[in-house]
């Protein structure tokens, strides 16, 4: 799924290409510079625009989803979708994880909405992607690779893989949803408990073509109540390394700073009472860093990719 209106040229790569330049420029980018609509995500359950941010001699391709285009969703009636990714991201910003690319809040042509940072894959397909695209399972297995979360036969689950629920494909065959065992996986599952994060689909996963991973589409997360629901449960019960709560404590301590400017930022994107389990969440894993398990009511999100 990509941008469908215009197919990227090739030609713009060097342009549109944002890897050479740093995080805080990027930024910068994307909140003052004029959006170039490039085209619209198909199937988005929200409306989802790709565009080129051009700043000065700068141009970085983001998705552009304005608040006018968000589907109401009746559990979560505060605030927007878009102050939701924001405040995700602000989160992963201030882990230093990286996990979720640059996102701001601004205006744009069709009203305020978020700005985000569009990742290019390595063949421009993300994780979960059917390459076939035939909706059959993938035959990973048989070709050696499988994506970071994948679908593959359950008598051929290869090593190095977490096996998350067995299913029936259309066949009748047995099927296993499986994701990668991988530490940028496995920080993304922490950051999910973190920002209590309702969808992480398959879909929701990158794989960069700079090697990174990432994850995208952070409007229902934040919420009061828990609501994890998640593919990535291939850890449940073990521990969360000791590197990730150290990250955590310095979180927490920025966000029981009250007049830090993380708290003070986060407080005009979601509620007071949301700010506050946010804060009970952090201290609950630094107090028992084990992960959550699936014993809940719709663990895994529907579809899964
Ligand atoms: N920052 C991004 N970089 C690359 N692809 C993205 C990005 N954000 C979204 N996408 C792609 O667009 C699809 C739809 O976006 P998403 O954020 O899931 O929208 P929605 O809120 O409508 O579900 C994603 O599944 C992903 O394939
Ligand atoms: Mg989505």
Same mark, same amino acid.
């Given at each position: ?12 790569? @060097? ?30 359950? %929200?409306? +989802?625009?790709?565009? !080129? ?26 605030? @927007? ?17 990286? #996990?979720?690319? +640059? ?19 390595? !063949? ?30 359950? !008598? ?19 099927? #296993? ?19 209590? %994060? ?18 995208? !589409? ?6 009061? *109540?828990?609501?994890?629901? @998640? ?7 073990? /521990? ?8 955590? *404590? ?5 966000? @029981?700073?009250? +007049? ?10 979601? #509620?007071? +009472? ?28 529907? /579809?899964?990719?």
């Amino acid at each position: 799924m990509g941008p469908t209106s215009r197919e990227p040229d090739p030609a713009d790569e @060097t342009a549109t290409d944002a890897r050479g330049i740093d995080g805080a420029a990027i930024a910068e980018v994307l909140e003052h510079g004029e959006l170039e609509l490039v085209g619209q995500v198909r199937g988005a359950s %929200n409306a +989802t625009l790709v565009c !080129d941010a051009v700043y000065r001699d700068d141009v970085v391709r983001c998705v552009y989803k304005p608040v006018r285009g968000e589907q109401p969703l009746w559990d979560f009636p505060d605030g @927007t979708l878009a102050g939701r990714e924001v405040g995700s991201f602000l989160i992963s910003d201030a882990l230093r994880w990286s #996990t979720i690319p +640059t996102t701001v809040l601004r205006d744009g042509q069709f009203g305020p909405g978020m700005v985000q940072r569009w990742i290019d894959g390595p !063949d421009d397909g993300h994780a979960g992607d059917d390459q076939a695209g035939d909706g059959d399972i993938d035959d990973g297995v048989a070709h050696g690779r499988l994506d970071l979360v994948d679908l593959c036969r359950s !008598d051929a689950v290869p090593s190095g893989f977490h096996r998350v629920i067995e299913a029936y494909d259309s066949r009748g065959q047995e099927v #296993t949803l499986v994701h990668a065992d991988d530490p940028r996986l496995l920080r993304m599952a922490v950051l999910d408990v973190v920002i209590n %994060n309702a969808d992480r689909k398959g879909g929701h996963i990158l794989a960069g073509a700079d090697g990174a991973v990432y994850g995208v !589409d952070h409007g229902i997360c934040l919420h009061r *109540e828990d609501k994890l629901r @998640t593919v990535l449960w291939g850890w449940a019960g073990q /521990p969360v390394p000791a590197e990730l709560v150290a990250d955590l *404590e310095g979180l927490l301590a920025r966000l @029981t700073d009250r +007049t830090g400017a993380l708290r003070t930022r986060l407080q005009t994107l979601i #509620t007071t +009472t949301e700010v506050a389990m946010l804060v009970e969440r952090i201290r609950a894993i630094i107090d028992r860093p084990v992960m959550p398990t699936p014993d809940r009511s719709r663990p895994i999100p529907w /579809p899964a990719f």
